[in-house]
């Protein structure tokens, strides 16, 4: 079984601002962990994953997540909001052979001028 | 988004009516899933695909019946809808590499009256 959850449903940033969306997962195998990002009436584009290996990941549009396997973590960061980045994120966790993603319930991220 | 294609994307349907929507991928991927995705409850799978010919039942799958009609097709069926059905439908699929991210399409929204 494996599980996801975000914590926040709502941030709200400051443009400049750091961007930190926190995600906690459980997984009985070795998961797979995704962030994606969805714009308004669009659909979801990938952001980043980590699968094996380097447990930082850099992702696009200057986002990265770091693998935290103590605290069952993939906390989603950004130095500098822009306000292009104000969408809704999800994360996701994989694992075993299903290649079935269960996410989370999302987080909408704000940029405020 | 590239690869995965749904339609239509917009629908309104009466309590009662049944409809089937369409999703077709092109990058010769096995593994076909269909999700909804309603306010605060993030993405969740109603029926997947693991390889063509075989269908399975996710986390919702009430009220709906699928078909794998080909490696490239997998089709979303309402027999008969129902105002909770009213929500916006995601088609994703995945390459036969375990760790690659699932590809969506752009979604269906649909309205049941």
């Known amino acids: 079984a494996q599980s996801v959850t975000q914590l926040g449903s709502h941030v709200s940033v400051s443009e400049g601002a750091l961007v930190l969306l926190r995600c906690n997962y459980s997984?009985?195998?070795?998961?797979?962990l995704f962030w994606y990002v969805q714009y308004p009436n669009q659909g979801l584009q990938l952001l980043l994953k980590?699968?094996?290996?380097?447990?930082l990941v850099k992702g696009i549009n200057g986002f990265e997540a770091e693998f935290k396997k103590s605290e069952t973590s993939f906390h989603l960061t950004k130095p500098s909001a822009h306000m292009s980045d104000a969408a809704e994120y999800f994360c996701?966790?994989?694992?075993?052979?299903?290649?079935?993603?269960?996410f989370g319930k999302g987080t909408l991220l704000t940029v405020n001028p | 988004n590239a690869g995965v294609t749904q339609t239509p994307k917009f629908q309104v349907l009466k309590t009662g009516q049944s409809m089937t929507l369409q999703c077709a991928q092109d990058?010769?991927?096995?593994?076909m899933y269909w999700y909804r995705q309603d306010p605060g409850m993030g993405l969740r799978l109603i029926y997947y695909s693991a390889s063509e010919g075989t269908t399975d039942k996710g986390e919702v799958p009430n009220g709906y019946n699928v078909s794998r009609l080909n490696k490239r097709e997998f089709s979303l069926r309402l027999e008969s809808a129902a105002p909770s059905q009213t929500s916006v439908y995601f088609c994703?699929?995945?390459?036969?590499?375990?760790?690659?991210?699932?590809?969506f399409g752009d979604g269906t929204r649909l309205s049941i009256l």
């Open positions: 996701a966790v994989s694992g075993g052979s299903n290649y079935k993603l269960t």
């Open positions: 997984s009985s195998v070795p998961p797979y």
């Open positions: 994703a699929s995945i390459s036969p590499y375990s760790n690659q991210p699932q590809h």
């Open positions: 990058m010769n991927h096995n593994s």
């Open positions: 980590y699968t094996t290996g380097a447990t």
